[in-house]
């Protein structure tokens, strides 16, 4: 996919049978409930950090944005295929977790343009300068 190769998201691809059972897919479980296929609509179930949440008459290319505790953008499930009894789409989540994100921020990085050991030190400044 060539969204996934600007590497600031991962893309899980689906495709869910019309079935009360849960499908995992990334960080969600998923269920198709419903499927119109004339409307190019379904209704679907996700199971979110425990919590059942019921989508209902979602359209073909309808992004779903969901948002998750632990991630600092949204994860968004699209479909891009209704069948009779099928959809077939995508989910795509943040690279990075928000612990992830803030772990590197905290980490100090040294500046490669002026080492430690080539700046004079301000007592040495001081030393050096004429009065």
């Known amino acids: 996919m060539a969204l996934e190769k600007r590497g600031e998201r991962k893309y ?23 499927v119109n296929y004339k409307h190019k609509s379904f209704n679907v179930t996700m199971m979110i950090d425990d919590f059942k949440l019921d989508k209902k008459n979602v359209n073909l290319y309808e ?8 991630r600092p953008q949204p994860v968004e ?11 077939t789409g995508y989910l795509s989540e943040p690279k990075y977790k928000k612990s992830e994100l803030s772990a590197s921020a905290a980490a100090p990085v040294a500046n490669p343009a002026t080492p430690a050991d080539k700046t004079p030190s301000a007592t040495q400044q001081s030393a050096t300068t004429p009065r």
């Open 12 to 34: 899980y691809e689906f495709q869910l049978d019309k079935s009360k059972s849960f499908q995992r897919v990334g960080p969600i479980s998923l269920s198709l409930r419903k």
């Open 77 to 87: 499930l699209v479909v891009n295929k209704v069948s009779k009894d099928q959809v």
């Open 63 to 70: 992004p779903v944005w969901i948002t998750l505790t632990d």
